[in-house]
């Protein structure tokens, strides 16, 4: 929430409430259990014990259903109510174990930290490079001030093909920023003892992305009392976008 977050998307969409009819808990337990588990590093179990300690028995399979069947419209529409980002953009890419083979988790972020967008590939070349960049350019609708990566040669040969090759920046001690937002990725692949297959991992990483997005405040940027405001305020948009039809 910084100064990228005075420059608002355009709030012409349509907000388009979540159905829960046909399930047995009522809404508020479906939201609960699939915040927890977007918002922390919990498994399936962890929630599972975590609703039980409150009275609630539901099989971790029950929430796993659940943030399988509604994660990907919550993302949608969290996705939509973000602040316009930072005209800076980091690239990075980083290898992740699914099924026993090795695969590239390419990631965007801004300046400010924002994740951008994530895109999980077999390859790391400059036609994985291109489909990362061409993808975010059309999602954003707009060309950054800058982009910065490592020294890939991959991205250097992506950006003169898009003809953006005086934006970019390249240097490893430069491009920190997006190095570190694998930090919570790694942390949720450990604790899921890894992905199962591309799909499932690419569904998960776009939701947990949301989410962190929407609940990241830089807590070491504020005060007390300004952090309970932002915290607050994403509280507000998490109900809100789960808010029952």
């Given amino acids: ?15 388009t409430k979540i159905s829960y009819s046909g399930y047995r808990f009522p809404p508020v337990i479906i939201q609960q259990a699939i915040w927890l588990y977007a918002r922390f590093t919990l498994s399936f179990r962890d929630v599972e014990d975590l609703l039980a300690e409150r009275g609630i028995t539901v099989s971790y399979e029950t929430v796993r259903r659940w943030v399988s ?10 996705r939509k109510r973000r602040p316009r980002p930072h005209s800076t953009w980091h690239l990075d890419e980083v290898y992740i174990k699914i099924d026993g083979r090795l695969v ?3 990631r965007a972020v801004d300046a400010e930290g924002e994740v ?10 400059k036609r994985a490079a291109l489909k990362l960049m061409r993808k975010l350019l059309k999602k954003m609708n707009f060309v950054p001030d800058k982009l910065v990566t ?17 934006r970019h920046e390249r240097g490893r001690w430069r491009n920190n920023r997006a190095e570190n937002s694998h930090q919570p990725t790694r942390r949720r692949e450990r604790k899921m003892q890894g992905f199962k297959s591309t799909g499932a991992a690419q569904r ?24 309970r405001v932002f915290r607050a305020s ?12």
Avoid at 1 to 15: C, E, H, K, R, S
Avoid at 116 to 125: C, P, T
Wanted: aromatic share 14%; proline share 1%.
């Fill in 1 to 15: 929430m910084g100064l990228a977050g005075a420059y608002l998307w355009p709030l012409a969409f349509m907000m």
């Fill in 69 to 78: 069947h509604f994660g990907s419209a919550i993302a949608t529409d969290l």
């Fill in 150 to 166: 490592d020294d890939l040669r991959s991205y250097g040969a992506a950006c003169r093909d898009l003809g953006i090759s005086h």
């Fill in 116 to 125: 951008l967008d994530v895109l999980v590939q077999s390859k790391r070349d």
């Fill in 204 to 227: 998960f990483l776009s939701f947990h992305a949301a989410t962190y997005n929407t609940f990241n405040v830089q807590r070491h940027l504020t005060s007390a009392s300004t952090h």
């Fill in 104 to 106: 590239y988790l390419w």
């Fill in 234 to 245: 994403a509280m507000q948009t998490w109900r809100e976008v789960t808010a029952a039809a």
